[in-house]
C-alpha cells in the first residue's frame, strides 16, 4: 500500500511558487493499479517520485507498506563508472537477490554485448534506459511506478521482450502510472485520477477521469 496523508509540495521556480500537491490524500490498494492522468508541467514526476521515497513532502506524511520499485526510467540507483555487471549485482545483494540470477537476467534482456562488461558512463541514452529497464523487471516488487516522462528505448526487438515480461509481471502485481494521455493509461488500468491544480481527483472509471481531464485541458 502506499498512503498520503496532507500531502503538499511545490517549488521556487525563481520567480514564483509551483505548487504540485496541496494537502492531498489517497491511498494505493494492492490489487488496485491506479492510472493518473496530468498535463505536462504539473509534476507528474514529482508524484511518482515522491511514491518511490526519492523526494519528500514539504508537508503531510507518506506511508508504504509494500514493496514499491523505483520509477521506470529512473537511473540515480546506478553508478556510472562501473559495468552493468557490477552494478547489477551490487543492486541484487541490496534487495537480497541471487546476484548470478540478476546479472544474467539484465544481461539477456538488454542484449548489450560486450558494453554489459563497460562502465554506464559510456552508454547512450537508450541503452542506459534498457538497462534501467531490465533491473526493474528483473527484481521482485508489490508495486511498479512508471512515469512516461522517463526515457524509453527505441530497440524493437528489446521493447517486445520487456513488453512482453512487463505485461505478464502486472498480471499478479499493482502499478501506479502517470501520463498525459488517456490512451497510455487504458493498456493498464481502470481506476484513475487527475493531477490538475495541486489537487488530485479520484475517480472510480478511467471513463470518469478522462471527462474532467478533457474538459479542464480543453477549456
Known sequence: MIEFENVSKSFWTGSQRKVILHQVSFRVELGRSLGILAPNGTGKTTLINMMAGLEKPDEGTIRRTSRISFPLGFM??????????ENSRYIARLYGLDPDY????????????????????????GMRARFSFALMLALDFDIYLIDEGMPGSTDVEFNKKAGDILRERLQNTTTVIVSHQPETLEKFVRNAAVLMN??????????????????????
Do not use: I
Open 198 to 219: 495541486g489537487k488530485l481527483h479520484m475517480f472510480d472509471t478511467l471513463e470518469e477521469a478522462k471527462q474532467l481531464y478533457d474538459y479542464e485541458t480543453q477549456s
Open 102 to 125: 540478476v546479472e544474467a537476467f539484465c544481461r539477456w534482456l538488454c542484449n548489450l554485448g560486450e558494453y554489459f562488461d563497460q562502465p554506464l558512463g559510456t552508454y547512450s541514452s
Open 76 to 85: 540515480g540507483g546506478v553508478v556510472s563508472k562501473v559495468s552493468a555487471v
